[in-house]
């Protein structure tokens, strides 16, 4: 809710406003789409599409793959294309230079150039540079730069492409800083990453093995190592690794040592296992040899995708939300709209970058100051009315307090003048007398056999229960008799009366049909059954008739001639 109160309202004072989604080119995965949420640390959104990536060229080898692969992420996620895109590229170069102090911003950026044109890479394509300043040395007159290169061809490439698809590309970064940031962010090296602590971390990829020095989380140095892993046999390939790098760690003496496998041709674990160094050694796989999750992971990640979560995707994921010293930025992104020649101000509000010019900020001043300045002009225009107002709701207030005060006296006086009636006695009373009612009735719809009909029912708010019926079968009056007594526990109910309807001897000695039997259950004291005799003959002539059969009596005949009872009388 507010999310859409915000978006809405930023919309109508003229502000932008998209959704920020984080992209990673990993080679060995391949296009990755994440979100993490920063609050709990887990990642909620996550899918990725293979994508070829040349190593020897340092690029992506299809780029309408690359189209296809995103399309199909936005469609599988649900997401918007017209987003801002923060996209993480593999390390194409990385390098440090030393450079006297007087050196401007221009004149560094030139020397680094000069530096990146000697890579193969750039010999044959035009390169895309960033760079930061390493910890200063007060007792030097250089300074070390770090600097890092993309090709820009390829970069011009992927802009091309994400503004076709509708998206905006406001940040590039490279994998070193991402998988530096994700160890931070994870806590996977909060040890090493203690300010004043000495360490290395080393990255294997199929290309050979890098070594950063750090100290803390500041990248004091770096060494690169090529190797064709792919040339030598499974075997050999750990015992290449080992060799060369414990050579190399001769040069970067520390405690502490951390392994990033980025390559399924070798297992970090078994090549620590190797690895013969003093100090504390961990290891992270960054492939398929790993066993646990990066971070944790919301529920709707389907579970085959959780373990191609890199560490490269998670770093780029927390980038606008866990700051690192080292700063790489190759997007080109400017604070001024040219088009609009007027400054701009961002900021970022749950994955979403909010973009404010300087239009819309004086509107939001003016709504601002409207929203702050209305309530106080109404309030003092209608703060008389509204007193007048409650002072009258409080006089009639008082006077219904007045009335009931004067209704509880009475009904107090009442109460201690008779001194018999007791609201909480008469409630329960009534309770209980409905409650004796319904277990009655209850028992009886449970009760009554087919061939046996209830002529008179009687219950008492005291729990005595009266039943007269008749019925065919001595057997069955003795079976409802048997169920009420269960059903109504604790009731005493007895049978008080079981004899013949009809008074006649020869009805009795040779029946013509059914034999009627009139029956009373009950559990009244002597003095308190009701008799449902009657003076009038005429009506114990009915019931003899209603005992005897038709001629043409058939299996259903018993219950045609009930029909005519007298029907139930229910006190």
Not at 243 to 258: C, D, E, H
Not at 316 to 335: D, H, M, Q, W
């Amino acid at each position: 809710m507010i999310e859409k109160f915000l978006n809405d309202l930023l919309s109508k004072l003229g502000a932008g406003s998209k959704e920020i989604i984080y992209l990673s080119v990993t080679p060995g995965v391949g296009l990755e789409l994440i979100q993490v949420d920063p609050v709990i640390k887990s990642v909620k959104t996550y899918s990725h599409k293979p994508l070829e990536y040349s190593e020897s060229m340092r690029e992506i080898s299809n780029y309408e793959q690359f189209r296809t692969d995103l399309e199909e992420l936005f469609k599988e996620l649900n997401i918007n294309p017209k987003c801002n895109i923060v996209l993480n590229m593999p390390l194409v170069h990385f390098g440090k230079i030393e450079l006297p102090l007087l050196l401007n911003d221009e004149a560094i950026n030139e020397a680094v150039i000069s530096e990146i044109e000697q890579s193969y890479i750039f010999k044959r394509c035009e390169p895309v540079v960033s760079w930061f300043e390493g910890m200063s040395n007060s007792t030097s007159d250089t300074r070390t730069i770090f600097y890092s290169a993309l090709q820009k061809q390829a970069l011009d490439k992927i802009k091309e492409i994400l503004t076709e698809l509708g998206c905006t590309l406001i940040g590039v970064e490279v994998s070193l800083i991402s998988s530096l940031r994700a160890l931070l962010f994870s806590g996977l090296t909060e040890t090493q990453m203690a300010d004043g602590t000495a360490w290395n971390l080393m990255i294997v990829n199929s290309t050979g093995y890098s070594l950063i020095s750090l100290s803390g989380k500041n990248i004091i140095d770096y060494y690169e190592e090529p190797l064709a892993l792919k040339t030598y046999e499974l075997d050999e390939i750990y015992d290449v690794i080992n060799g060369s790098a414990q050579i190399a760690l001769m040069n970067f003496p520390t405690n502490y040592l951390y392994v990033v496998s980025e390559t399924d041709l070798i297992s970090a674990e078994h090549l620590v296992s190797k690895m013969q160094i003093e100090g504390k050694i961990d290891f992270l796989e960054n492939n398929s040899f790993r066993k646990r999750e990066i971070l944790p992971v919301s529920l709707n990640i389907l579970p085959d995708q959780i373990m191609k979560i890199s560490l490269e995707s998670v770093g780029i994921a927390v980038s606008r939300v866990c700051s690192y010293p080292a700063v790489l930025e190759f997007s080109g992104n400017k604070t001024l709209d040219a088009s609009a020649e007027e400054q701009t101000f961002s900021f970022h509000f749950n994955d979403k970058e909010i973009i404010l010019t300087e239009s819309v900020m004086k509107k939001i001043t003016y709504v601002i100051g409207a929203i702050l300045i209305t309530p106080a002009l109404i309030a003092m225009l209608t703060l008389p009315v509204m007193l007048k107002k409650e002072k009258a709701q409080l006089a009639d207030i008082n006077s219904q307090i007045k009335t009931v005060d004067e209704e509880i006296q009475k009904l107090t006086e009442l109460a201690s003048a008779t001194g018999n009636f007791v609201i909480k006695t008469e409630i329960e009373n009534v309770v209980k007398y409905n409650r004796n009612k319904l277990m009655a009735f209850s028992a009886l719809s449970q009760s009554v056999p087919a061939d046996l009909w209830i002529t008179y029912f009687a219950v008492k708010d005291t729990g005595k229960v009266d039943i007269k019926g008749v019925s065919e079968d001595v057997e069955d009056v003795y079976i409802f008799y048997k169920n009420m007594k269960d059903l109504l526990i604790g009731s005493d109910l007895r049978l008080h009366n079981l004899k013949m309807l009809s008074e006649s001897i020869e009805d009795a000695v040779e029946p013509n049909g059914p034999v009627m039997y009139e029956f009373e259950i009950t559990n009244f004291a002597a003095g308190e059954i009701k008799s449902t005799k009657t003076n009038d003959k005429s009506g114990d002539a009915k019931a003899d008739e209603k005992a005897k059969p038709a001629n043409n009596a058939d299996n259903n005949q018993s219950t045609k001639k009930v029909n005519d009872l007298v029907p139930v009388d229910v006190n």
